[in-house]
């Protein structure tokens, strides 16, 4: 069906320095990099209207405190922090964002904007009186790919439905689909992300090809991060690895990353082992030097056959730290449309999560689990919201991984393996036992606790028993209405 189109615009990544920009835990340097990242793409790309969005003195969803003495109005204030705040790291930042409003420089990109829409119309005129409906769907083409790179989010969605309307070919219309997506998940309207999303995958059944329904997986696996579902977004976020191509979506680090964090909060410890411990696609990267070769050649066989040992001494080597390396996507490997060099990232952390995990190094676990939050939940946009959740997840795993395997710990020795205090592990444990997430009790007179397993064959005789009740129930009110209908006719 051809390459992909309207995969340019707009640019995922400016959201992503919005977001930093409003950060309190982003560091001054990432800020500062940010800004002038931000300002630079503004410029460059004339985004009148992001740059309005952004920094006006009065309507400005950054410039809270206004520039160039004017007020802003409560009311107006309130309106674009509620419409916008998925935009920003949080509602009320704390401190105020340096970006600076700047009239001239609006005024004369809202005027280059206003040319060039001019030069678009007429070449959209032209195709209508000399030319046949490819030219004139090549200028609506034009029209919401300008609309997206200038930030404009209601008029670039607009334009993309109507192009939509007069796409003949399937391709097209999936391409204009998941640009639309692209602009809900820079605004973070999740609202609009997911609607999207449904026409794509009905468009993707009905003859989307290969390429367009891997991108698919990587666009909904993203979506379902933002929405907390980590076990439904930990298969497709997982299986994209092997295949992605998405780059106007994210890095291939940052598909990485989530992968990762979604597999190891949500998968069972068999799963676990074969699709991110031994996973060759992510060995290429959280691996030590010897298991990047491994993955790259080939060697590495993710399964149950192999061994158990493999990445157990990822948290050996944290000790001495390594320079941080670019991810390597063995999709696009070798092949001559490779996309940009990406960042170098530090991947330590995560690869000492997940190695301290799979083997039990329940104390070296949380001091990565720290380092993840640090330095991946606490600076990415789509993970910032429920870096919490996730920390309290990875906590009750640890735990259950533990209890699960004794009949009765005790909470010193329990405490000593995690190397937190007595006092820690039981408030913490209280919570979770509270809530039925751990069936355990604990005794703080003799300092044990003691696990309460589930008997399988009694819960499925109790489980039996209440769905038979509700089912005779069901049908005693069932003959009732029968036997009434009875009555009525005779």
Same mark, same amino acid.
């Not at 009949?407 to 979770?432: N, P």
């Not at 997430?437 to 044990?448: A, F, S």
């Given at each position: 069906?051809?390459?992909?189109?309207?995969?340019?615009?707009?640019?995922?990544?400016?959201?992503?320095?919005?977001?930093?920009? =409003?950060?309190?835990?982003?560091?001054?340097?990432?800020?500062?990099?940010?800004?002038?990242?931000?300002?630079?793409?503004?410029?460059?790309?004339?985004?009148?209207?992001?740059?309005?969005?952004?920094?006006?003195?009065?309507?400005?969803?950054?410039?809270? !405190?206004?520039?160039?003495?004017?007020?802003?109005? +409560?009311?107006?204030?309130?309106?674009?922090?509620?419409?916008?705040?998925?935009?920003?790291?949080?509602?009320?930042?704390?401190?105020?964002?340096?970006?600076? %409003?700047?009239?001239?420089?609006?005024?004369?990109? $809202?005027?280059?904007?206003?040319?060039?829409?001019? /030069?678009?119309? $007429?070449?959209?005129?032209?195709?209508?009186?000399?030319? /046949?409906?490819?030219?004139?769907? !090549?200028?609506?083409?034009?029209?919401?790919?300008? %609309?997206?790179?200038?930030?404009?989010?209601?008029?670039?969605?607009?334009?993309?439905?109507?192009?939509?309307?007069?796409?003949?070919?399937?391709?097209?219309?999936?391409?204009?689909?998941?640009?639309?997506?692209?602009?809900?998940?820079?605004?973070?309207? #999740?609202?609009?992300?997911? @609607?999207?999303?449904?026409? +794509?995958?009905?468009?993707?059944?009905?003859?989307?090809? %290969?390429?367009? @329904?891997?991108?698919?997986?990587?666009?909904?696996?993203?979506?379902?991060?933002? =929405? @907390?579902?980590?076990?439904?977004?930990?298969?497709?976020?997982?299986?994209?690895?092997?295949?992605? &191509?998405?780059?106007?979506?994210?890095?291939?680090?940052?598909?990485?990353?989530?992968?990762?964090?979604?597999?190891?909060?949500?998968?069972?410890?068999?799963?676990? $082992? +074969?699709?991110?411990?031994?996973?060759?696609?992510?060995?290429?990267?959280?691996?030590?030097?010897?298991?990047?070769?491994?993955?790259?050649?080939?060697?590495?066989?993710?399964?149950?056959?192999?061994?158990?040992?493999?990445?157990?001494?990822?948290?050996?080597?944290?000790?001495?730290?390594?320079? +941080?390396?670019?991810?390597?996507?063995?999709? &696009?490997?070798?092949?001559?449309?490779?996309?940009?060099?990406?960042?170098?990232?530090?991947?330590?952390?995560?690869?000492?999560?997940?190695?301290?995990?799979?083997?039990?190094?329940? *104390?070296?676990?949380?001091?990565?689990?720290?380092?993840?939050?640090?330095?991946?939940?606490?600076?990415?946009?789509?993970?910032?919201?429920?870096?919490? %959740?996730?920390?309290?997840?990875?906590?009750? *795993?640890?735990?259950?991984?533990?209890?699960?395997?004794?009949?009765?710990? /005790?909470?010193?020795?329990?405490?000593?393996?995690?190397?937190?205090?007595?006092?820690?592990?039981?408030?913490?444990?209280?919570?979770?036992?509270?809530?039925?997430?751990?069936?355990?009790?604990?005794? @703080?007179?003799?300092?044990?606790?003691?696990?309460?397993?589930?008997?399988?064959?009694?819960?499925?005789?109790?489980?039996?028993? #209440?769905?038979?009740?509700?089912?005779?129930?069901?049908?005693?009110?069932?003959?009732?209405?029968? *036997?009434?209908?009875?009555?009525? *006719?005779?």
């Amino acid at each position: 069906m051809g390459d992909p189109q309207y995969a340019k615009f707009p640019d995922l990544s400016l959201s992503q320095h919005v977001f930093l920009l =409003t950060n309190p835990s982003a560091p001054k340097s990432a800020q500062q990099t940010s800004l002038k990242s931000l300002q630079d793409a503004i410029q460059e790309h004339k985004m009148a209207p992001l740059y309005r969005h952004l920094a006006h003195p009065v309507d400005g969803i950054l410039n809270a !405190a206004g520039e160039g003495g004017a007020q802003k109005p +409560a009311s107006s204030s309130s309106r674009k922090l509620s419409a916008t705040a998925a935009l920003l790291a949080t509602r009320k930042p704390a401190q105020k964002v340096d970006f600076p %409003w700047d009239e001239k420089l609006y005024d004369s990109m $809202k005027a280059e904007n206003e040319k060039e829409l001019e /030069g678009i119309q $007429k070449e959209e005129d032209d195709a209508e009186e000399n030319a /046949g409906d490819t030219e004139i769907q !090549a200028a609506r083409g034009k029209r919401a790919e300008f %609309w997206a790179r200038v930030g404009d989010k209601d008029k670039a969605i607009s334009s993309y439905e109507s192009v939509l309307e007069k796409a003949g070919i399937l391709g097209t219309k999936i391409d204009v689909v998941l640009a639309i997506i692209r602009m809900g998940i820079f605004f973070g309207d #999740k609202f609009l992300v997911k @609607r999207s999303i449904e026409r +794509a995958k009905s468009l993707v059944d009905s003859g989307g090809d %290969w390429d367009r @329904r891997n991108r698919l997986k990587a666009y909904q696996g993203l979506h379902l991060l933002t =929405t @907390r579902s980590y076990n439904l977004a930990a298969g497709l976020l997982l299986d994209s690895l092997s295949t992605f &191509t998405s780059y106007e979506l994210c890095s291939y680090s940052s598909l990485v990353v989530y992968a990762v964090l979604a597999g190891s909060v949500s998968l069972k410890r068999v799963d676990f $082992k +074969a699709k991110v411990v031994d996973a060759p696609e992510i060995r290429a990267i959280l691996g030590d030097g010897e298991e990047k070769l491994s993955a790259l050649t080939g060697a590495v066989s993710a399964g149950p056959g192999a061994k158990d040992e493999d990445m157990s001494d990822a948290s050996a080597t944290a000790a001495t730290p390594t320079p +941080a390396a670019a991810a390597v996507n063995l999709t &696009t490997l070798g092949q001559s449309t490779s996309p940009e060099v990406e960042v170098p990232i530090d991947f330590s952390p995560l690869a000492n999560l997940v190695s301290s995990l799979y083997i039990g190094d329940y *104390r070296s676990f949380f001091v990565a689990l720290a380092a993840v939050e640090e330095n991946f939940l606490s600076q990415d946009r789509y993970l910032y919201e429920h870096r919490g %959740w996730f920390v309290r997840e990875m906590r009750l *795993r640890a735990y259950q991984q533990l209890l699960q395997s004794y009949k009765v710990v /005790g909470l010193g020795s329990m405490a000593h393996d995690f190397g937190v205090s007595v006092d820690f592990l039981d408030r913490d444990l209280a919570k979770f036992i509270a809530a039925d997430r751990i069936p355990c009790t604990i005794d @703080r007179v003799n300092g044990i606790i003691e696990t309460n397993r589930p008997d399988d064959k009694n819960k499925q005789y109790n489980d039996v028993v #209440k769905q038979g009740d509700a089912l005779i129930t069901k049908l005693q009110k069932y003959g009732q209405a029968v *036997r009434l209908r009875g009555s009525e *006719r005779a």
